[in-house]
């Protein structure tokens, strides 16, 4: 794209004189932010409209998905277009530092990887030139900001990112569509969102629905001067989406959210019912011909009966409403985690989607009817899984080894039936905000060695192989070095705690949950604190253990987690004698932001879920293309991880799916913690006082060795991989001493990345589940 950013700098110096009355000079950075994000919509404005106009006659894809963590835009944005280096260098010249903007918050209209996922996708079918659209909610609120108090435990504070404007979006109130409930009738209103390619003129849309009611004010009741009573139906319609639900993988059966999946559902297949008739007309049988959509878990589910619903309403058979609808949609499975899969009560359910309902019990009666075996509707509750999986035409999973546990497992009985509709399509980042952008340094290494653009064609990032000398580790060594300094200084200004950039930082950063097993990681720590005291590691190479993680408000034992890690640090950190070897720190309010600083820094990747529970993980594969070695386990995206950097270049333990299987019925965690002395040294600090607790680890020792009514003892088996994960884990640490070895492996990493751009995983959705093909732009 050709911009003039002297252009850009002029308008933002207007928009900052005119909306603000103030200079650039004296802008804050809220302002800055606003007036600069205003210019560039202003200078993209054209192509944006003239992409619309491409796509519209061509099949396209949309996406929809309840989450979107798309992150800070600012740089991103700036980035892409080509112009980041340039826009700095004029802003400078004016006296203005960009980094300013660094205080300007994300958006994190998402949890964790599923709507990390949905935002890289977006990115890459962009600058594919893919015709893929997004649809999603225009949360007020979005991820909750996290601290932690003087005990250690996390504090929630509503996000309420939209409070100094939202340059980033055009209110479309025009295309505004209504969506019924038996009590009130909402407005949806459309936000649009330019989704900026990297070195491609085209420019993509992501929609984002914001409810809002019919009539703000009812004025019988403030002339009765019942001023509650007048604002209710505005605030029963903003209600809606006013709230991103802030749970990762534990399923709530709320009436909010089915109103919140019925918004998404209605307003988007509206949307596109109205797009279909502008470019083909009113005879809506060929609707799959030219449009796929793919539902980003079964959040969106509801929106296969509601394009049936609208399908017939036109006067469409239920049969070949039926069969465009099985054709139009594809579903991906996230998780298979048994508490994350969304069972709607049927009662609770028509009380709000009463017409819905009616038809997923119709296509559950023509499924009964055809295979006696398989139900979306059982004990008066819908399974929207196979809803999806039944009224489609593709299901996937997410990495090789989970699409085979969906074929073998969760949808066992499905498969036997529909084996062609079985997919996988592993996960995969964007380069650009995940390489280029937050590591330019890196960037400018590898650049110099495979030439051209390598962040448009990762696969070129394979050439740096044969390349790899004692020069280049150096170089590299000297970056990662340079990277960890920078997080230090950003570790300091928002943690206080001063970190060395000369120690090892070995880093586990993504949601807390018990399956992602923190608290293992934790635990050896505590075991090595202990061996250190005692002479027994003499050798250990001073390391930084860096955690980064949100709990779910409610999820009472990942919040004993975070205390318990936190109040660990607290012991080891003030400890001298371990002063100059060991280092936690827990960074508060782990966002996308943080990531882009912490992922660059660090050496050493933590993905230690129990074979068979983590779908694929994305952060393993940014840190791996940051150049960190993974100690992990044979889980997600882990294996094929291993597979293309070489089982040398990682640190994999722990058991396989198949032994962990095999030791379930038998496994008796408490043998373990009988037999083995250091780890039940680390574990007794739950209780005996070593470590300040308030009594609240003591739950988290009995379920690692009593169980409890419903789970069995130590449910992720932290006990039966501790020993290979500290063997693992301290010869990394004895590795890392090896300074050319190990920076070779670091490298051996970052050249074996390419599998994982996003870009390859957005042309597979692209080629195998919607058969769309690249526009010219
Ligand atoms: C309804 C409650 C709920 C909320 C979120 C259920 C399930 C989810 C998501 C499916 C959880 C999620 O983000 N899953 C993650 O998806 C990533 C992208 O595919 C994977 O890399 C992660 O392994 C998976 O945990």
New binding site residues.
């Given amino acids: 794209m050709n911009l003039n950013c002297h252009n850009i700098l002029r308008w933002t110096e207007a928009q900052l004189k005119y909306t603000y009355d103030v200079s650039l000079e004296d802008a804050t950075p809220q302002e800055l932010h606003e007036a600069l994000g205003q210019a560039v919509m202003m200078a993209i404005s054209d192509n944006w409209s003239k992409a619309k106009k491409t796509r519209l006659h061509q099949r396209k894809a949309y996406y929809i998905s309840a ?1 979107y963590l798309i992150g800070r835009l600012v740089y991103s944005n700036l980035f892409n277009l080509g112009i980041l280096d340039e826009m700095k260098a004029l802003f400078a010249q004016r006296g203005v530092d960009l980094a300013v903007l660094e205080d300007i918050e994300d958006d994190a209209l998402g ?7 949905a935002a890289c996708f977006l990115d890459s079918a962009v600058t594919t030139n893919i015709p893929l659209s997004g649809y999603g909610l225009r949360y007020k609120f979005g991820l909750f900001k996290q601290s932690f108090d003087a005990n250690g435990s996390q504090v929630e504070k509503a996000d309420d990112w939209t409070k100094f404007g939202d340059p980033w979006s055009y209110r479309r109130y025009n295309h505004t569509v209504k969506i019924r409930f038996p009590e009130h009738t909402v407005l949806a209103v459309p936000y649009d969102v330019p989704i900026i390619g990297y070195g491609t003129n085209n420019i993509g849309t992501l929609r984002l629905w914001q409810c809002e009611a019919e009539n703000e004010l009812d004025f019988g009741a403030f002339n009765d001067q019942d001023y509650l009573r007048a604002l209710d139906a505005k605030n029963k319609a903003e209600d809606i989406t006013r709230v991103l ?1 802030p ?6 059966g709320k009436r909010l ?1 089915i109103k919140q999946q019925y918004v998404l559902s209605s307003a988007s297949l509206q949307d596109m019912i109205r797009t279909y008739k502008s470019a083909y007309g009113n005879d809506l049988r060929h609707f799959a011909d030219h449009y796929a959509v793919q539902l980003n ?3 969106p589910a509801m929106s296969i009966p509601e394009l049936m619903r609208l399908l017939m309403e036109e006067g469409m058979s239920f049969d070949d409403a039926f069969a465009i609808a099985q054709k139009t949609f594809s579903y ?4 298979v ?1 048994g508490e ?3 069972k709607w009560p049927l009662d609770l359910m028509r009380s709000v989607v009463p017409e819905i309902v009616d038809i997923i019990c119709r296509i559950d009666q023509k499924l009964k009817c055809e295979h006696p075996n398989l139900f979306i509707v059982k004990d008066n509750t819908a399974h929207m899984a196979n809803l999806s999986v039944y009224v489609g035409s593709y299901v996937n999973g ?2 090789e080894i ?1 699409s085979q546990i969906l074929k073998d497992d969760c949808f066992k009985d499905w498969y036997q039936v529909y084996p062609e509709r079985f997919q996988n399509k592993t ?1 995969g980042i964007t380069p650009r905000r995940w390489l280029g952008l937050c590591n330019p340094e890196l960037t400018e290494l590898i650049s110099e060695k495979v030439g051209g653009d390598f962040l448009r064609d990762l696969d070129r990032i394979g050439e740096l192989k044969p390349l790899i000398d004692d020069e280049m580790v150096k170089k590299f060594n000297a970056i990662k070095r340079l990277k960890k300094e920078q997080l230090c200084a950003v570790v300091k200004k928002h943690e206080g705690v001063e970190l060395n950039p000369d120690f090892i930082f070995d880093v586990q950063v993504k ?1 807390l949950h018990e399956y992602k097993r923190q608290l293992l990681n934790i635990l050896s720590v505590v075991d090595i604190y202990f061996r250190l005291k005692e002479g027994r590691l003499p050798d250990f190479r001073p390391t930084v253990y860096l955690f980064g993680a949100k709990s779910a408000p409610g999820y009472a034992r990942a919040k004993a987690i975070i205390r318990y890690i936190n109040r660990v640090a607290k012991l080891i950190n003030n400890d001298p004698a371990v002063a100059d070897k060991l280092k936690v720190v827990f960074v508060q309010n782990y966002n996308c932001s943080y990531a882009e600083h912490i992922i660059p820094a660090a050496d050493i990747s933590e993905q230690i879920s129990p074979a068979g529970t ?6 393993n594969m940014k840190l791996m293309l940051n150049g960190a070695v993974t100690l992990g386990t044979l889980d ?2 882990n294996v094929e991880i291993a597979q293309e950097a070489g089982m040398d270049n990682e640190y994999i333990f722990g058991h396989t799916v198949e032994e962990i299987n095999a030791a379930r019925p038998n496994y008796y965690a408490r043998g373990i913690y009988d037999y083995n002395a250091d780890l039940r040294r680390a574990i007794n600090t739950l209780v005996d006082g070593t470590v300040p607790t308030d009594g609240d680890q003591q739950e988290l020792f009995h379920a690692l060795l009593d169980g409890t009514n419903w789970h069995k003892a130590d449910h992720y088996f932290l006990l039966l991989d501790y020993e290979s994960y500290l063997e693992a884990k301290l010869r990394a640490n004895r590795d890392y001493g090896d300074r050319m070895a190990f920076g070779r492996k670091c490298l051996m990493n970052v050249a074996s990345a390419a599998k994982f751009s996003s870009d390859r995983t957005i042309r597979q959705y692209a080629e195998e589940i919607w058969h769309i093909k690249p526009i010219e732009y």
């Fill in positions: 989450e949890n964790g990887g599923l709507g990390r996922l639900y749970n990762d993988s534990t399923w709530e959210r878990d079964t959040h991906t499975n996230h998780t985690m994350a899969l969304e997410v990495a989970h996960n949601r983590e779908a694929s993980g994305t952060g997600g995206a």
